[in-house]
């Protein structure tokens, strides 16, 4: 139970991250244009490659770290209080380097000013400490009212494409001020760090800097694709690429955050060699996901160019076909989430790495002749032939380990019902106009026959949920 009350306020944790952006994105859209949006997304994209040498790994890292040691006051407070030294020290660096490096951008020199804030984000940063003890609850209450905050300010204060440094200030300073949030919540559970033995922070290092490497994999395609579109045709492409991007993976914050949830408990597991317990939890988190997956990405693909042209206006209606073919990375992601943190919480690293290394190699192969080929249909392939790559090696490294991955083989009803329900979805769609009410009629109808098609399908994840809800009935 513990565990689906923790994927519950940790899928509300990654929703609210992608929250301010994605409720604001049609007035975005609309008010700063694609031009604003294309500026937006090169100058973040840019700046995330600083960000990502500042956090080295170590949010992931610090999980799976407080993970291995909770129960021990003394070791857990050495490990968060070394974590947060790096951290800083690094955050503090990279600013540096960061800010003497932008001035070359003299173009949007202002905006990556303001962008290099989020590099402040990462040295506040402490999530990963609460992750690791599975108290979930505590950084989705404390960032809720500040991201709600930050959307008001959006609209209260961003009325022109002359107000795009707006913008940008108030989602950094929102994210900042969120984080810091957190940091009162310390003292309950940690010894002060002037009576805590160190044990020299660097020691951290090396082990961070191998889950380093796949980070900067996963940072580069990640933004790779709006940089080569916005040096390769436009920053108008690079926008339009980088909403259909955010539709897919603000969908994709529900599912993943069953592997977020799963790492500190494998990482648990494994530190007391329990290796039935990683078996039964992995088997029950590959059905999770396809229970989630499979209906997410048939549902959007069936009504993916009605969603955008409502959802952000007519100035972006070539984002629809665009978030139709990338409408796979939903299940191909979800299933590398689960089987990273898989290999992550048993300590197996370089499997981890060697995926995502081959990922971008990939990537960045497939861009070079894709982009001057087919133009943002060609870097929405590329990013789904990259993702498939990682998923295929996870799955070889995965079964080397002697992980059962055969439980793939249950998911097919997942499928085959999500196929169904997402014909049906797409026929009614053609009928009904194009309306925030005819919309929700679709989801409602695609739901529920996903559901009923469930039943009559037996999913062995209604026949757990229903176990476990009688053996509760009878334990009270």
Known sequence: ??????????????????????????????????????????????????????????????????????????????????????????????????????????????????????????????????????????????????KFSGLGLIFWLVKSPADLGTYMLILVGTSVLGNLTLWPFLHKTVVAPWHVNWNNPLRFLRPALVLFIPQIAIQVYLVLNKIMLGNMINVTASGIYDYSDRIIRTILAVVTSVGTVLLPHLAAAYSKNQLSLINKYFTKAVEAVAFLACPLAFGLAAIAPQFVLWFLGSNFVSAGPIVRIMTPLIVVLAYSSLFGSTLISINQNWGYNLSVIVGCLVNVIVNLFMIPLLGIEGAALSTIISETSVFVVQLIWLKRKHIPISSLEKIWKYMLMGLIMGVCVFGISALLSNSFTSILLEVAVGALLYILGGLLLKFPIFIDARALIVSRRKSH
């Open 1 to 146: 139970m513990k565990v689906i009350k923790n994927f519950l306020y940790n899928s509300g944790y990654q929703l609210l991250i992608l929250m301010v952006p994605l409720l604001s994105t049609p007035y975005i859209a609309r008010v700063i244009g694609t031009h604003g949006v294309g500026i937006y997304s090169y100058t973040y994209s840019v700046t995330q490659y600083f960000v990502i040498i500042a956090s080295l790994g170590l949010s992931m890292f610090g999980s799976r770290e407080i993970a291995y040691v909770r129960n021990d006051d003394s070791k857990r407070s050495s490990v968060l209080w070394g974590v947060i030294a790096l951290q800083i020290s690094l955050a503090i660096i990279v600013t540096i380097i960061f800010y003497l490096t932008v001035g070359i951008f003299a173009k949007y020199h202002l905006y990556f000013l303001i962008q290099g804030g989020q590099i402040l984000y990462v040295a506040t940063d402490i999530s990963w400490y609460f992750v690791g003890l599975e108290d979930f609850r505590t950084v989705v209450v404390r960032n809720t009212l500040i």
